[in-house]
């Protein structure tokens, strides 16, 4: 599987709207990885990272995100050995949905945590990003590229039901379930700029929930299923959104002159994680559902991004480029003290949660091939998936 990007959102290159984002900051090159350990640890280029990748224009070869190096790529360090696994740790159980990659195809497959089985959903050998599973965990959406048109995809936990949601000449991908199961929305570029579209999970009902000529991406759905956030750079810099499930009653929530990002809701629904520039490097903020209280939750030199909640809501984990690596780090909601739970000297990323707010599988290439490892919030790591030498990335632990 081909992709440029580590951490979870290579979107578009040629930046038509970076001029109106970021004025004087030059387009990367389309065959640049914007979201690799030098970007995310160095910092410098965020904000058009975000800005033009994210809100500007698909080419043809360009792929919505995983985090690290391409199959058959080399990795920015020289592998290492195995790691050591804590024997006298508990283990995990539960499954976790990924995107497992061998002889140049790429599949959805489930990974049982208790047996390290891996069973594919797929079969078809296509590009495939982003599985995302429904809050029932009964199905699994995700994206395929299909000679270079990517559409979304669901299919059934157990591999049957496989059903092609979208069928445009465009990008459309990064699909997010509503909380009832009824719809997914995802960003479409089929209107010449990228929106938001809402799909039936059963096929067919296709309707548009954002109409405007800038870049309006990342859709998330709120726990309640009555909203949806997600980034637009209508009023000039990327900023988040809210607006009815409908696509009515939009909300500006944030309004800074620096670029505000990767909005991630607490299962309470009431509060929404985000990533800010508005302080002069990319740092994880907080701010209630309604836009008040927007509080600074990390203060570092290097770049934080993609915040996710536990699934209590008491702790943050978030992508951190400190120290010239990639690690996720976990810190308390209401903000304190942040600790590093990988600190590797590879690339860790694209993190989901136990169920029971226990561990953290996460992938990495730190051992010279893509990998999901878990750990417990000690950071010992417990099991490596999967064990048979697949490459596997964008792990996803099923409700």
């Not at 699994?140 to 157990?158: K, R």
């Not at 509060?271 to 836009?291: K, P, V």
């Given at each position: ?10 979107l ?11 004025a004087?900051?030059?387009?990367p ?6 979201f ?25 070869s360009e ?10 790529g080399?990795?920015t ?7 050591t ?11 976790i949905a990924?995107i497992i990659?061998?002889g ?16 594919a959903?797929?079969t ?22 299909l000679?270079?048109?990517w ?5 059934n ?24 199961g ?6 479409s570029?089929?209107?010449g700029n ?34 949806v956030?997600f ?5 000039g810099s ?35 994680a ?15 559902s309604?836009g ?11 770049r ?7 699934p209590?809501d008491s ?5 951190s480029?400190e ?23 590879g690339h860790d ?5 136990s169920?029971d ?6 992938q990495?290439?730190r ?5 999901i490892?878990?750990?417990n919030?000690?950071?010992e ?11 596997a990335?964008?792990p996803?632990?099923?409700?």
């Amino acid at each position: 599987m081909k992709w440029f990007f580590a951490i979870k959102r290579l979107l578009p290159i040629i930046a038509l709207l970076a001029a109106v984002l970021l004025a004087g900051c030059a387009a990367p090159d389309g065959q640049s990885n914007p979201f690799d350990g030098g970007a995310l640890a160095g910092a410098a280029g965020g904000q058009e990272t975000l800005v033009a990748e994210e809100l500007g224009t698909p080419t043809a070869s360009e792929q919505p995100a995983t985090a690290l190096p391409p199959e058959g790529g080399t990795a920015t360090l020289p592998p290492t050995t195995a790691p050591t696994l804590d024997s006298s740790a508990a283990l995990p159980g539960g499954s976790i949905a990924g995107i497992i990659q061998q002889g140049g195809t790429s599949e959805v497959a489930l990974i049982d945590a208790a047996n390290s089985s891996v069973h594919a959903l797929t079969t078809d050998g296509l590009e495939k990003n982003n599985p995302v599973w429904s809050a029932d965990g009964g199905r699994i959406a995700f994206a395929a590229n299909l000679n270079g048109d990517w559409d979304v995809y669901v299919v059934n936990a157990d591999g049957s039901g496989l059903l092609r949601l979208t069928d445009s000449p465009s990008k459309d991908w990064w699909p997010s379930w509503s909380p009832d199961g009824q719809w997914i929305t995802f960003e479409s570029f089929r209107d010449g700029n990228y929106e938001i579209y809402r799909v039936s999970s059963a096929g067919g009902s296709l309707s548009r929930l954002t109409d405007h000529s800038a870049g309006d991406t990342h859709p998330v759905w709120s726990p309640d299923g009555s909203r949806v956030a997600f980034v637009s750079n209508r009023d000039g810099s990327a900023d988040i959104y809210l607006m009815d499930a409908n696509g009515g009653s939009l909300q500006r929530l944030t309004d800074a002159p620096s670029p505000d990002a990767s909005p991630s809701w607490s299962h309470d629904g009431q509060w929404l994680a985000f990533t800010s520039w508005r302080d002069g490097n990319a740092e994880i903020y907080r701010m209630r559902s309604d836009g008040s209280e927007q509080t600074r939750l990390t203060v570092s030199a290097a770049r934080e991004d993609y915040p996710l909640w536990s699934p209590d809501d008491s702790r943050l984990v978030f992508l951190s480029g400190e120290g010239g690596q990639e690690d996720i780090v976990l810190i308390d909601s209401a903000g304190g003290e942040p600790r590093n739970l990988t600190n590797s000297p590879g690339h860790d990323g694209e993190s989901s949660w136990s169920p029971d707010g226990q561990f953290l599988a996460f992938q990495t290439n730190r051992s010279g091939t893509d990998q999901i490892y878990i750990v417990n919030l000690d950071g010992e790591i417990v099991l490596v998936l999967p064990p048979h030498g697949q490459a596997a990335v964008e792990p996803v632990w099923r409700p």
